[in-house]
C-alpha cells in the first residue's frame, strides 16, 4: 500500500515561490505584499506556508546543491 | 489593357556569383520581381523612399516574439539612426527589452522538447527560445520598485503608455536598450495594450504591496490624442508592420481619425487575410477604410520576419551610406504641442 507522503515545508513547496536564483534562492510573493525581504531560501519555511499545486524541481535541486556545498567545505 | 501591355517586363535571372551584399542580393530579388524576392525588393525600396522623404513621419509596429529572437539591438540601433519615428509595439516586445537590460537573457533552445520537464525547471519556451523564470522574476521586483518610484514621482498623475516608456527608458542604463534608445533619442513607443503582458502583473505587484502609498497609473486613452496629433502634423506618414495586431491598427487608425491616410505601408507577416484579422489583413483592404491613401507605396511581405526585417535594413542602409544623416520631420520633443 503507498504511504500518504507529507510534503516537506520548505518554500521551494510553497505556493507562493517563484524562481529568483535556481534553485537555492525564490521570491516570496506573499512577503513581498507584506514588506518583507520577499527573497528567501528555498529550504527555509514560514508559517504562511501553503502546498504547491504542481510539484517542480526546486527543493530536489536545492537539497543536491546543498549537498554538493557541503562536501565542498 | 491591351495584350502588349502584359508584358513589357520579362524576368531577370538571378545570378549570384562570388561575393555579394545584402543589397546586391536584394537587387537579383528585384530582377526576378518574383513571389518573396520580388515582394522583398519592393519593400527595400519603399521603405528607402520613406526615410529619403523629408516630410514622412516613419512608424514601426512591432508584434511577436521578435526582441527576444534577436531583434532587440537592430530596434535600438534604427532608433539611434533616426531610421524610425514613432513604435507603436506590445508590451511584451518591450518586457523582453527590459529583461536583457537587467541583465537577462534569452536562450536558444528546441521546439521539441519536453514543455512538462520546462515547467519543472521554471523555464518558459516562446518556439525554440528559452526564457528562465527568474528573468520574469527580478524583472517584476526590480520594476515594482520603479513604478513605486514613478508613481511617487507624478502624485498620483496618470501617464500615457508613451511616458510610461519614457520613465522606464529613463532608468534602463543598457545602451542596447530599445526604451532606452528611445528615452535618449525622444522616439515615442506607444503600447497601446501595455496592460497585457508583464507590465500590467507588475502593476499589480506593486499595487498590492502594504506600503504603497501612491499606485501608478497609466491610462492608454491618453494616447490616441498624442499619436493622432503625430500623424495629423506630419505632411506623409509611413509604417513598417512587423506582424500587425494591436500596433498595426493603433498605425492605421490614427491614419485614419487625423485625417492622413498612410503614404508609404510595409507589412511582413506570416498571417491570412480569410479569417478577417487584422495581422493578416491585406493594404488593399486598408484602402477600404481611408486608412491607407489609394496610390500609397505597399507592399505586404509573407515570410518570417526574423528574416526578412534584417535583409530589409541592411539593404536600405547600404543604399543610404554612411554619410547619410536623416533630418526627421518629427521631433518627440514636439510631442502633444
Same mark, same amino acid.
Given at each position: 500500500?503507498? +504511504? *500518504?507522503?507529507?510534503? %516537506?515545508?520548505?518554500?521551494? *513547496?510553497?505556493?507562493?515561490?517563484?524562481?529568483?536564483?535556481?534553485?537555492?534562492?525564490?521570491?516570496?510573493?506573499?512577503?513581498?505584499?507584506?514588506?518583507?525581504?520577499?527573497?528567501?531560501?528555498?529550504?527555509?519555511?514560514? /508559517?504562511?506556508? *501553503?502546498?504547491?499545486?504542481?510539484?517542480?524541481?526546486?527543493?530536489?535541486?536545492?537539497?543536491?546543491?546543498?549537498?554538493?556545498?557541503?562536501?565542498?567545505? | 489593357?491591351?495584350?502588349?501591355?502584359?508584358?513589357?517586363?520579362? !524576368?531577370?535571372?538571378?545570378?549570384?556569383?562570388?561575393?555579394?551584399?545584402?543589397?546586391?542580393?536584394?537587387?537579383?530579388?528585384?530582377?526576378?520581381?518574383? &513571389?518573396?524576392?520580388?515582394?522583398?525588393? $519592393?519593400?527595400?525600396?519603399?521603405?528607402? +523612399?520613406?526615410?529619403?522623404?523629408?516630410?514622412?513621419? !516613419? &512608424?514601426?509596429?512591432?508584434?511577436?516574439?521578435?526582441?527576444?529572437?534577436?531583434?532587440?539591438?537592430?530596434?535600438?540601433?534604427? %532608433?539611434?539612426?533616426?531610421?524610425?519615428?514613432?513604435?507603436? /509595439?506590445?508590451?511584451?516586445?518591450?518586457?523582453?527589452?527590459?529583461?536583457?537590460?537587467?541583465?537577462?537573457?534569452?536562450? +536558444?533552445?528546441?521546439? !521539441?522538447?519536453?514543455?512538462?520537464?520546462?515547467?519543472?525547471?521554471? %523555464?518558459?519556451?516562446?518556439?525554440? %527560445? &528559452?526564457?528562465?523564470?527568474?528573468?520574469?522574476?527580478?524583472?517584476? @521586483?526590480?520594476?515594482?520598485?520603479?513604478?513605486?518610484?514613478?508613481?511617487?514621482?507624478? =502624485?498620483?498623475?496618470?501617464?500615457?503608455?508613451?511616458? @510610461?516608456?519614457?520613465?522606464?527608458?529613463?532608468? #534602463?542604463?543598457?545602451?542596447?536598450?530599445?526604451?532606452?534608445?528611445?528615452?535618449?533619442?525622444?522616439?515615442?513607443?506607444?503600447?497601446?495594450?501595455?496592460?497585457?503582458?508583464?507590465?500590467? @502583473?507588475?502593476?499589480? #505587484?506593486?499595487? /498590492?504591496?502594504?506600503?504603497? =502609498?501612491?499606485?501608478?497609473?497609466?491610462?492608454?486613452?491618453?494616447?490616441?490624442?498624442?499619436?493622432?496629433?503625430?500623424?495629423?502634423?506630419?505632411?506623409?506618414?509611413?509604417?513598417?508592420?512587423?506582424?500587425?495586431?494591436?500596433?498595426?491598427?493603433?498605425?492605421?487608425? $490614427? $491614419?485614419?481619425?487625423?485625417?492622413?491616410?498612410?503614404?508609404?505601408?510595409?507589412?511582413?507577416?506570416?498571417?491570412?487575410?480569410?479569417?478577417?484579422?487584422? /495581422?493578416?489583413?491585406?493594404?488593399?483592404?486598408?484602402?477600404?477604410?481611408?486608412?491607407? +491613401?489609394?496610390?500609397?507605396?505597399?507592399?505586404?511581405?509573407?515570410?518570417?520576419?526574423?528574416?526578412?526585417?534584417?535583409?530589409?535594413? $541592411?539593404?536600405?542602409?547600404?543604399?543610404?551610406? *554612411?554619410?547619410?544623416?536623416?533630418?526627421?520631420?518629427?521631433?518627440?520633443?514636439?510631442?502633444?504641442?
Amino acid at each position: 500500500m503507498k +504511504k *500518504n507522503v507529507k510534503p %516537506i515545508n520548505y518554500c521551494g *513547496n510553497c505556493d507562493s515561490h517563484n524562481a529568483y536564483d535556481y534553485p537555492t534562492r525564490m521570491f516570496c510573493s506573499t512577503r513581498y505584499d507584506q514588506n518583507k525581504d520577499p527573497i528567501v531560501d528555498t529550504l527555509w519555511c514560514c /508559517s504562511d506556508w *501553503n502546498p504547491v499545486s504542481q510539484e517542480c524541481h526546486c527543493v530536489r535541486e536545492a537539497l543536491k546543491e546543498k549537498e554538493r556545498r557541503l562536501k565542498q567545505r | 489593357m491591351r495584350r502588349r501591355d502584359y508584358l513589357q517586363n520579362p !524576368v531577370k535571372h538571378m545570378k549570384i556569383s562570388g561575393k555579394l551584399t545584402v543589397n546586391q542580393l536584394i537587387q537579383q530579388f528585384k530582377n526576378s520581381g518574383s &513571389f518573396g524576392a520580388g515582394r522583398l525588393a $519592393a519593400a527595400c525600396d519603399i521603405y528607402e +523612399k520613406m526615410v529619403r522623404d523629408k516630410d514622412c513621419t !516613419v &512608424f514601426l509596429a512591432l508584434s511577436g516574439a521578435v526582441i527576444p529572437a534577436g531583434m532587440r539591438t537592430l530596434i535600438a540601433d534604427l %532608433i539611434r539612426a533616426r531610421l524610425v519615428d514613432v513604435i507603436v /509595439s506590445t508590451g511584451a516586445s518591450m518586457v523582453h527589452d527590459a529583461i536583457e537590460a537587467l541583465g537577462g537573457h534569452h536562450y +536558444k533552445g528546441n521546439s !521539441v522538447v519536453d514543455d512538462r520537464e520546462l515547467y519543472k525547471y521554471h %523555464i518558459f519556451r516562446i518556439y525554440d %527560445i &528559452f526564457v528562465p523564470e527568474e528573468n520574469f522574476v527580478r524583472l517584476d @521586483f526590480k520594476l515594482a520598485e520603479m513604478y513605486g518610484e514613478i508613481a511617487a514621482e507624478k =502624485k498620483g498623475e496618470s501617464l500615457s503608455s508613451n511616458e @510610461f516608456a519614457l520613465e522606464l527608458g529613463k532608468r #534602463l542604463k543598457d545602451p542596447n536598450s530599445i526604451l532606452r534608445a528611445a528615452y535618449e533619442e525622444e522616439v515615442p513607443i506607444f503600447m497601446p495594450a501595455v496592460r497585457d503582458s508583464e507590465f500590467g @502583473f507588475i502593476h499589480w #505587484l506593486h499595487s /498590492s504591496q502594504q506600503k504603497q =502609498k501612491t499606485v501608478l497609473q497609466v491610462d492608454a486613452f491618453k494616447d490616441v490624442p498624442l499619436i493622432c496629433g503625430i500623424c495629423g502634423n506630419s505632411p506623409k506618414n509611413g509604417m513598417i508592420v512587423i506582424g500587425g495586431g494591436v500596433p498595426r491598427n493603433t498605425i492605421q487608425s $490614427a $491614419a485614419l481619425a487625423s485625417k492622413k491616410g498612410l503614404d508609404y505601408g510595409v507589412v511582413i507577416t506570416m498571417d491570412r487575410p480569410e479569417t478577417g484579422g487584422l /495581422s493578416g489583413s491585406t493594404l488593399e483592404e486598408t484602402v477600404s477604410w481611408g486608412k491607407m +491613401k489609394g496610390e500609397a507605396d505597399h507592399v505586404m511581405v509573407i515570410g518570417d520576419a526574423l528574416i526578412i526585417f534584417p535583409m530589409l535594413v $541592411a539593404s536600405v542602409t547600404e543604399r543610404l551610406g *554612411n554619410d547619410f544623416k536623416r533630418v526627421p520631420y518629427f521631433s518627440g520633443s514636439k510631442i502633444g504641442a
